[in-house]
């Protein structure tokens, strides 16, 4: 029983201090761009990446329906 106490503190304290630096850091908290999110027919890391890395196929998608 000790041992889980002392590992439940352990990863208490990781996550506080993670939580801290974000906040002295004062940075936002972003998804990953790339994994599972890269595979054909889902929405892609286009989205979550705030489109900063838009791939061509949706490009050319996005044209063809302003010119439509």
Known sequence: ???FVVTFAVFLFVVIAMAIGVIINNR???GSCGG???IDGLEGA???CEI???C???KAMQR???AD
């Open 1 to 3: 029983m000790n041992l």
């Open 28 to 30: 936002a908290i972003k």
């Open 36 to 38: 599972l999110n890269d």
């Open 46 to 48: 286009c989205d979550i």
């Open 52 to 54: 900063k890395h838009q």
């Open 56 to 58: 061509k196929r949706r």
């Open 64 to 66: 063809k329906a302003l």
